[in-house]
T-cell receptor, first 112, second 114 residues
Framework: AQSVTQLGSHVSVSEGALVLLRCNYS??????LFWYVQYPNQGLQLLLK??????LVKGINGFEAEFKKSETSFHLTKPSAHMSDAAEYFC??????????FGQGTTLQVKP | DTAVSQTPKYLVTQMGNDKSIKCEQN?????MYWYKQDSKKFLKIMFS???????INETVPNRFSPKSPDKAHLNLHINSLELGDSAVYFC?????????????FGPGTRLTVL
């Protein structure tokens, strides 16, 4: 069975600091992995996805993630946090029926 | 234009009532989903439809019945509402049900059962 674990339910960074949100996956087949962002009282928006084309994936809003098979990880990073990045972030793995299996989510707080 | 829309945005009702949530997408997608987000923000899929046919039905009580009148609509009807049904329900859509497809989410419907 596929699963995703996000380490750290709450991450706090200062504006301008590096953002690192951790995600580890478990999958018996090559996974398709996603990062979604949820702003307060809104739906989810895709940040980026890994579909085996390249291990370093660039997404919207300056985010990127690196797929590391040896570490079964797909951590999300951004070099410099903005206040507008404060939101809930979800890592997800896709099953062979197209359903998304989400991690527990990480709340990103950005301090001025 | 809103890509995936849901109505209502908020729904407050009493235990035992029956209610429906509607979802419409104007993206031309053929696959639609319902997800439930609980109070701890955990998201879990409930159903998916591809071309109006049920594809995924995740151990959801049979009080929940999805209906897809056409590819652009997927409604969720809930009978005999219980306190534990309180959650945010998200509709989503994608083109096809391949596992690398991006899913587009609606804004959510916050259901509160009193």
């Amino acid at each position: 069975a596929q699963s995703v674990t996000q380490l750290g339910s709450h991450v706090s960074v200062s504006e301008g600091a590096l953002v690192l949100l951790r995600c580890n996956y478990s999958s018996s087949v090559p996974p398709y992995l996603f990062w979604y962002v949820q702003y307060p009282n809104q739906g989810l928006q895709l940040l980026l996805k890994y579909t085996s084309a390249a291990t370093l994936v660039k997404g919207i809003n300056g985010f990127e993630a690196e797929f590391k098979k040896s570490e079964t990880s797909f951590h999300l990073t951004k070099p410099s946090a903005h206040m507008s990045d404060a939101a809930e972030y979800f890592c997800a793995v896709s099953s062979n029926t197209g359903k998304l299996i989400f991690g527990q989510g990480t709340t990103l707080q950005v301090k001025p | 234009d809103t890509a995936v829309s849901q109505t209502p945005k908020y729904l407050v009702t009493q235990m035992g009532n029956d209610k429906s949530i509607k979802c419409e997408q104007n993206l031309g997608h053929d696959t639609m989903y319902w997800y439930k987000q609980d109070s701890k923000k955990f998201l879990k899929i409930m159903f998916s439809y591809n071309n109006k046919e049920l594809i995924i039905n995740e151990t959801v009580p049979n009080r929940f019945s999805p209906k897809s009148p056409d590819k652009a609509h997927l409604n969720l009807h809930i009978n005999s509402l219980e306190l534990g049904d309180s959650a945010v329900y998200f509709c989503a859509s994608s083109q096809g049900d391949r596992d690398d497809n991006e899913q587009f989410f609606g804004p959510g419907t916050r259901l509160t059962v009193l």
